[in-house]
């Protein structure tokens, strides 16, 4: 039976919560870790899902993974890095998307890889077509085999010039981890720039790493021989950061958010003023909340960085619900992340999606037949209702509008945001949120 929440709405979330490691950076570092001759420490570590996935896939590689049982924090050690039974990874690649991660730094270790077919969130087809034509043009063989696919380079990973069709996050890491160890210089034109990527980019300098960014999204990596360990601390979570922020403006609340960084969220700042939320920059956190009075429509695009990011347009959907007035969102980065607006529509809110791009510029998806924008019209009351949560960031939108909706509201699926936020029932419980839990396991 799987875990259920039931929710009391209409209680304003108020106090204060601790992010700690982002989701996005964490389980790309300690795939990095396989890539040194010697361990690597890994500070800040939240506990959740998507690094206990990757802690078994590495050691299922051979890599052995201690963990700080005070401060959480990982010390890896590759030393005796091997191949793995692929039937076992099956096992352990779960519902994670960082499995396809792993082919340079298995190659660059054992010579070869066996990467199960992808999971993640069903916001879109999330295909791996840049990740397999990047690892080609270093001079791998990549063969699909039933259940995923296996990659292998008997020559060595060499420099290359590479090109990205769109400034893919897991494509730009897929390369930073097979270059930094191949022959030779390599030159990704078109890549992602996000705060997750540049502390990547700063883990694997501290290993020993060439690599230059330049402002034209070209990044150049000169290859070496031999890495070394690091010891980083992760850069904070600006999702979930968001998200905190999104249900304090949602339930009319008020939340410190310990941790979050003004620097990765300058974009996101901009947009929460502009709806009418209030923040205050600490030298720890920031204090995010409801001023009082009504909230503002607004017209929004998600885009890469430093754009309005994709994984905080769902939890901000709910507070423009609330907005007095019709706000439109066009959603370019991902072809299908709207239908977490189903329940949302069962709850009261009145929102469309539609085809069309919505937004300033058309994008990939304009003429593909994909409901990649919405047009919200607020404020609604919204009542609770039985809700199955979808994906990550979906789920989390559906709790914070859960919290503010009249009535009782029954949540189920919430394993899923045990991916992506930390101890979030202990944190709702501390920001004086009314609901029971009911442990499925
Ligand atoms: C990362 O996903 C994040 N996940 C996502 O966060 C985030 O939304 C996304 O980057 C964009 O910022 C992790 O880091 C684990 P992409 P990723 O490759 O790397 C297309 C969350 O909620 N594409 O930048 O998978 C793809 O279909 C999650 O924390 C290809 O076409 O994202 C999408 O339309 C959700 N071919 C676009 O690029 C490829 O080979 C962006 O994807 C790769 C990507």
Redesign the pocket.
């Known amino acids: 039976m799987s875990s259920v929440l039931t929710v009391r709405g209409g209680v304003p979330l108020s106090g204060r919560v601790a992010v700690r490691g982002a ?2 950076l964490v ?2 570092a300690m795939v990095a870790a396989l890539l040194g001759s010697e361990p690597s420490t890994l500070r800040n570590v939240p506990e959740i899902k ?1 690094v206990e996935v990757v802690t078994s896939l590495l050691q299922l590689h051979g890599v052995t993974v201690a963990k700080d049982p005070v401060t959480g924090d990982l010390t890896l050690d590759p030393t005796d890095a091997k191949t793995a039974p692929s039937t076992e990874i099956d096992a352990h690649a779960g519902d ?3 499995p396809i991660l792993l082919c340079g730094p298995l190659i660059h270790a054992i010579g070869e890889a066996f990467i199960p077919d992808l999971g ?2 069903k ?10 034509s990047s690892l080609r043009s270093f001079g791998a063989v990549v063969e699909k085999r039933p259940g995923g696919i296996h990659i292998s380079a008997p020559k060595g990973l060499k420099g290359t010039k590479l090109e990205l ?9 897929q390369v930073l981890l097979a270059a930094v160890r191949a022959e030779g210089i390599t030159e990704l034109r078109g890549a ?1 720039t ?1 705060p ?1 990527i540049i502390d990547l980019i700063c883990v694997l300098q501290k290993m020993g790493a060439i690599i230059s960014v330049q402002t034209d999204r070209t990044i150049r990596i000169e290859g070496v021989q031999e890495l070394r360990g690091y010891v980083h601390s992760a850069l904070p979570d600006r ?1 979930e950061s968001a998200s905190w922020a999104s249900a304090a403006l949602v339930t009319r609340g008020d939340i410190f958010v310990q941790g979050a960084s003004q620097l990765d969220m300058l974009t996101f700042l901009n947009t929460y003023r502009k709806v009418g939320g209030g923040f205050e920059i600490h030298d720890d956190g920031i204090r995010f909340f409801h001023p009082g009075g009504k909230l503002t429509p607004l017209v929004l695009e998600t885009d ?2 430093p754009g309005f ?3 905080w347009q769902q939890p901000l959907v709910v507070a423009l619900t609330q907005a007095d007035g019709v706000s439109i969102v066009h959603e370019t ?3 299908n992340r709207f239908g977490f607006t189903d329940a949302l529509i069962r709850m009261g809110a009145n929102i469309q999606v539609h085809r069309e791009c919505l937004g300033s510029v058309p994008c ?1 998806f304009g003429q593909r037949n994909f409901l990649h924008s919405a047009v919200i019209s607020g404020p609604t009351q919204l009542k609770g209702t039985d809700i199955d949560i979808p ?3 979906g789920g989390f939108s559906h709790l914070i509008a859960a919290l503010a909706a009249t009535g009782t509201s029954r949540v189920t699926g919430i394993e899923i945001i045990n991916r ?1 936020y930390e101890r979030f029932t202990e944190k709702l419980e501390g920001l004086g949120a009314d609901f029971d839990f009911t442990d499925g396991n």
Not at 165 to 173: F, R
């Open positions: 989701k996005n389980p790309k998507d994670s998307r960082i993640g969130c916001i879109g087809d999330r295909p791996i077509d840049y990740h397999l069709p769109y400034p893919s996050v897991g494509a730009t890491e992602a996000e997750e999702n890469v960085h990011m994709t994984d980065v991902y072809e990939r994906d990550l960031r992506g």
